[in-house]
């Protein structure tokens, strides 16, 4: 009788473990990773529809630094508001989109702290695809931020020589944000608060910005803050969106700017991905 029932046992194994189905792979195609990430995307754009305050920020800040320097530095730097917007639209159009590739960064640790990337680890999703959609969906950010400073700078007067300057004008900020907003994706996966990211983001930020010829020509700046403003990453950029938006002139200004950004997406998004994944 025993060994009937060890025989019934062995049996009731055997055949229980042959109806187990084989374990699935759990390694994701890149392919796979890609529609991933465009799902995110697609998640972070509706996030957008169903709270349109989020863009609060990329639709009142052109307004207010176009209408504020303008009136305030117009007269004192080139005699008239007029003749001041060839100088300060273009450098507005970098100083808005860059401000609004920290909102990455904040977003990025506003979510972890919320326990939404937990969940995302609990699909059957590549881990990275949170992130990649996160930082794909805030590219729309960038490209209202520059759509309304050139807006905002049509009505003031200004009036660009070429409307294809413009646009490449407008492609080039938005590529650099993109590139700009790894780094702050990293300070949102190191740091533990979103205030923390915000401020230290904005202490970064502001001398990059202000310190450069976005708003300003470098000569009326002391000597040592001439020599840091004239080797400023923003001031590369704002040069080579003067050439293409005042003049309709592609020059080297572009390519500069556009190896800078290929060097902060080489070097910070494997450090970002390779933190994130850690973490989460």
């Known amino acids: 009788m025993t060994s009937t029932v060890g025989v019934a046992s062995t049996v009731g194994v055997a055949s229980t473990g042959a109806r187990t189905p084989p374990v699935a792979s759990t390694r994701v195609t890149l392919r796979r990773s890609l529609s991933h990430a465009t799902t995110m995307a697609l998640r972070g754009l509706l996030e957008i529809k169903h709270n349109p305050q989020e863009l609060f920020d990329v639709i009142a800040l052109p307004v207010v630094f176009a209408v504020m320097f303008s009136s305030i530095f117009g007269g004192a730097i080139a005699g008239s508001v007029g003749d001041y917007l060839p100088t300060l639209i273009p450098g507005v159009l970098v100083q808005v989109a860059v401000a609004a590739s920290v909102r990455t960064g904040v977003k990025l640790r506003e979510d972890m702290n919320k326990g939404v990337f937990d969940r995302f680890r ?18 729309v950010r960038y490209a209202v931020a520059t759509t309304m400073t050139v807006l905002v700078g049509l009505v003031l007067g200004y009036r660009p020589e070429s409307v294809v300057g413009v646009a490449a004008a407008c492609l080039l900020v938005i590529v650099v944000a993109f590139a700009l907003s790894w780094i702050f994706a990293l300070m949102g996966v190191l740091m533990d608060k979103p205030s923390t990211v915000q401020g230290i ?9 202000f310190v450069s010829n976005a708003l300003v020509p470098v000569a009326t700046m002391p000597g040592w803050m001439q ?3 004239r080797v400023n990453p923003v001031s590369h950029l704002v040069s080579a969106v003067r050439e ?11 390519a500069t700017a556009l ?5 902060v997406i080489a ?14």
């Open 122 to 139: 609990s699909l059957p999703i590549a881990r990275i695809a949170p992130l990649a959609g996160s930082l794909l969906a805030d590219m």
């Open 201 to 209: 983001s904005m202490l970064v930020l502001m001398p990059l910005t």
């Open 227 to 229: 020599a840091f403003a």
């Open 244 to 254: 293409m938006a005042n003049d309709g002139h592609f020059g080297a200004q572009i």
């Open 259 to 263: 190896l800078g950004a290929l060097i």
């Open 267 to 280: 070097v910070m998004a494997p450090l970002t991905v390779r933190v994130y994944m850690r973490r989460a």
